[in-house]
């Protein structure tokens, strides 16, 4: 099956500066890597997702990097606020292998995010 | 309404009880899923419904019954739990194969969540 590797477990940093968490899987067929913010007792809510037919994608202060060959795709924060800090997750997922009609998430070990005022 | 709600958001049971959690979304979405996530851990998937019916259960103990009575609702009944299944359960859901393939999109919603605790 599946397995995510996600570095680093904890990443502190000031205000203003960049963050970035690194994940790497190993099964070939996932496509899909959607990236979670989880705040402290409250739902895991997705920040920003890639397939693999793309490389890079960016939303505002976000962006997410995928390099199949190597099989990792990293989470880039820029400009970090304090509301940034929470638990971070990056999953993957082989959508809809085999004909299945649902995507199976692996998700890495999370990285707890503080950005410091 | 893009929203997945669950209910109740708090639990506290004993080993002898029998209890429910309720799980609704008015999305259109056919894949509902169940998840349970120990503090600072990430979520483990228990369960996986499509189109209503069970597609996936990861080796979950039978004291966990998945029910899946249409497509907005997803129940999951609970007896006899071991103090050891105290965890924040996350119901979660998606558009399934074809319609998400068109739409590109085959993200996974969470819900709030309901804090079970066994004693």
């Known amino acids: 099956g599946e397995n995510v590797e996600q570095h680093p477990s904890t990443l502190s940093v000031q205000e203003g500066d960049s963050a970035v968490i690194k994940c790497t899987y190993s099964?070939?067929?996932?496509?899909?890597f959607p990236w979670y913010k989880q705040e402290l007792g409250k739902r895991p809510q997705l920040i920003i997702d890639?397939?693999?037919?793309?490389g890079e994608k960016k939303d505002q202060r976000i962006a997410v990097t995928l390099n199949k060959t190597a099989k990792h795709f990293s989470l880039h924060i820029t400009e970090t606020q304090p509301e940034d800090s929470a638990v971070y997750f990056c999953?993957?997922?082989?959508?809809?292998?085999?004909?299945?009609?649902?995507?199976?998430?692996?998700f890495g070990q999370g990285t707890i995010l503080t950005v410091h005022p | 309404d893009t929203e997945v709600t669950q209910t109740p958001k708090h639990l506290v049971m004993g080993m002898t009880n029998k209890k429910s959690l309720k799980c609704e979304q008015h999305?259109?979405?056919?894949?509902m899923y169940w998840y349970k996530q120990k503090a600072k851990k990430p979520p483990e998937l228990m369960f996986v419904?499509?189109?209503?019916?069970?597609?996936i259960n990861e080796s979950v103990p039978s004291r966990f019954s998945p029910e899946c009575p249409n497509s907005s609702l997803l129940n999951l009944h609970l007896h006899a739990l071991q103090p050891e299944d105290s965890a924040l359960y996350l119901c979660?859901?998606?558009?399934?194969?074809?319609?998400?393939?068109?739409?590109?999109?085959?993200?996974?919603?969470f819900g709030p969540g309901t804090r079970l605790t066994v004693l």
């Open positions: 979660a859901s998606s558009l399934p194969g074809l319609a998400a393939r068109l739409k590109s999109t085959d993200t996974q919603y």
């Open positions: 099964d070939s067929a996932s496509n899909y």
């Open positions: 890639i397939r693999s037919n793309v």
């Open positions: 999953a993957a997922s082989s959508v809809y292998a085999g004909g299945t009609s649902y995507g199976k998430l692996t």
């Open positions: 999305m259109g979405h056919r894949a």
């Open positions: 419904y499509s189109y209503e019916k069970l597609s």
